[in-house]
């Protein structure tokens, strides 16, 4: 039986971002912004700031095993999400559990390098995901990067390159491929004139490819756009979204969350996407709906 206002469950398995920017972190505010329960398997703990990353530490297979086991068969969520899954023992036993269908709407972000230039994956990584893990999911977010390293080929230097590894991803095996953040100037003749840069995801599924495109935001806090976007069509899965309508949920999702956050300054280097809702304000705004020690309060 479901009992009123039980929220959908949405599981991810990722690495953990002491600045709160990006990684499990950033997955837990979104889905929260979504109105659904987030559960967490840690692959890793990062010492990260808006600096960068400094430290990787990560947690052993079984460890990791052993949280999702504990998740699927208690919290039973309806959506999974990959982020940073760091060695290619944890990639191999999760590509297991999806083969064998454990790992519901499953969402896989290929994380390997952070934007700051850190590696967030050991050796072999990139076969594992290829073999193991990419062919059993419902769909992929790499970046340009990322896409690149996966089909050892250079990254795209036009829209038209970004959609070829795009449908070249999706020949891995996986029901949709979403290669996110081309950044391409648009000619100046077209559109009016301006030269301004676009912001292109491509979504290649088996009835063709989809460009998404929409002028860059000009900020400097962009950090943790990848697992936002991931963790955003996730948590829009498990609400009961189809996969084309949870696309374009998650990207309406990081585009707010980076105007949000776009004047804001939080650390000395690239500061994280803002998950906080419109208002960006917390219950203390709010009028106190339990005030205390009102039964004892005399009239003065
Ligand atoms: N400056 C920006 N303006 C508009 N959209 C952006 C900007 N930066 C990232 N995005 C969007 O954020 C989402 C995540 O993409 P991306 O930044 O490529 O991920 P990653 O953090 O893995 O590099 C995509 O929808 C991308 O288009
Ligand atoms: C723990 C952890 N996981 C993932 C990332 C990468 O984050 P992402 O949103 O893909 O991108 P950047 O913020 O690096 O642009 C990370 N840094 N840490």
Do not use: Y
């Not at 590509?95 to 519901?104: V, Y």
């Not at 990419?134 to 959609?163: K, R, Y």
């Not at 939080?266 to 803002?274: C, D, I």
């Amino acid at each position: 039986m479901t009992r009123s206002g039980t929220p959908p469950v949405a599981l991810t398995i990722a690495g953990s971002d002491s600045g709160g920017g990006a990684g499990i972190q950033a997955d837990l505010a979104t889905f929260a912004a979504l109105g659904v329960h987030g559960a967490t398997a840690i692959t890793a703990v990062t010492v990260q700031d808006t600096t960068g990353v400094h430290q990787v530490h990560h947690v052993p297979v079984e460890v990791v095993l052993a949280q999702v086991h504990a998740v699927l068969t208690d919290l039973r969520p309806t959506a999974v999400k990959t982020g940073m899954l760091g060695e290619s023992g944890i990639v191999r036993s999760l590509g297991a559990l999806a083969a064998d269908g454990l790992l519901p709407q499953l969402v896989v972000d290929p994380v390997l390098v952070s934007t700051s230039g850190h590696r967030l994956a050991g050796r072999g990584v990139v076969a594992s995901l290829r073999e193991h893990l990419l062919p059993h999911a419902d769909v992929i977010t790499p970046n340009t990067n990322e896409a690149a390293v996966l089909l050892g080929c250079h990254p795209p230097a036009s829209l038209e390159e970004q959609s070829a590894q795009a449908r070249a991803l999706l020949e891995l095996g996986c029901t949709a491929v979403v290669v996110t953040g081309g950044a391409f100037a648009r000619s100046p003749g077209s559109h009016g004139g301006s030269n301004h840069v676009q912001r292109t995801d491509v979504v290649a599924t088996a009835r063709g490819v989809r460009v998404l495109a929409g002028h860059e935001i000009d900020t400097s806090n962009d950090h943790g756009t990848g697992c936002t976007f991931a963790s955003a069509i996730a948590g829009s899965l498990a609400t009961g979204r189809p996969l084309d309508a949870a696309v374009q949920a998650a990207r309406s999702f990081v585009r707010q969350s980076l105007q949000r956050s776009a004047s804001w300054q939080l650390g000395r280097g690239r500061g994280p996407v803002s998950h906080l809702g419109p208002r960006g304000r917390c219950e203390r705004d709010e009028p106190d709906l339990h005030p205390r020690n009102t039964r004892t309060q005399q009239p003065t």
